[in-house]
Every structure is written in C-alpha cells, then in structure tokens.
C-alpha cells in the first residue's frame, strides 16, 4: 500500500515536470524569442534612423549602409520565422507582421536611395512597422 502512494506521487511529480517543460519549450520560449525580434527591430529602426531617414551614398559611408541593409534583411526574415513558430496564432496579425516584414525589406533597399522622396517614403515605412508590430513611436530629437 505505501509503495503505491510513492509511485503515484513519484509518477505525478515527473508528468507535471515534464508537461512544464513542453510548455517552456513550445510555447513560452517561442513567445519569448518573438518579443525578442520585436525588441531588436524596434532597436534597430532606432539605430539606423539616420540613415533610414537621409539614404543614399553621399550622406553615410558604404560601409554603414550595407550593414544596415543586410540587418534590415535579417531582421525581416528573423520576424517572419519566430513568427511561424508560435503554436497560437492570429491570422490578422500573421498578415501584419508579413506586412511589417516586406516593409522591412523595402526598407533594406531603401537604405541606398538618394531622393528625397526615398526619404519621405523611409519614414513612412517606419511608421508603418511600429504600428502593424504595435511598437511605440520613436521620439527623435
């Protein structure tokens, strides 16, 4: 009789530490590195603002603009991927965030425009991602 106390208890104890760590790893980490992607666009917009907001090659070096260019690119892929790896999904806001995505890519070449309509237009798209990817508005200064 006791020994089938310590079973249950023992048997209860493991399936309640292994129903913890599947939700841990298929839910909340997923959850996690999502905000994460969210965190580290709306850091980047930030980062790159200048460059966002004044393209072109005479303004920064050529350098400067494909880094920016390829971590747009990168940024827009990772939001994508987390995205998909959500177990709970809305399809509205799966429509935003691949709107905010090929924003994102729009803004990588955008980075090597020179008019000022590229600019306007730059802006625009930052706008746009903070509100598709409910990000608060950068106050620039």
């Known amino acids: 009789m006791y020994s089938n106390v310590v079973f249950q208890t023992v048997l ?40 966002i907001e004044c393209p072109g090659n005479e303004a920064h070096p050529i350098e400067r603009l494909q880094d920016a260019s390829q971590e747009l690119l990168q940024l827009s892929c990772d939001l994508e991927s987390c995205r998909k790896q959500l177990i709970f999904r809305r399809e509205e ?7 905010a995505a090929n924003i994102l890519i729009d803004l990588h070449f955008g980075v090597f425009g020179k008019s000022e309509e590229r600019s306007e237009k730059n802006i625009q798209n930052i706008e746009k991602i903070r509100n598709l990817l409910n990000i608060p508005e950068f106050e620039n200064s």
């Open 93 to 99: 806001t799966d429509k935003k965030v691949s709107e």
């Open 12 to 51: 209860s104890g493991t399936l309640i530490y292994v129903l913890g760590q599947i939700i841990q790893m298929f839910i909340l980490e997923k959850i996690y590195k999502y905000r994460e992607i969210l965190g580290k666009i709306d850091n980047r917009l930030k980062f790159y603002f200048k460059i």
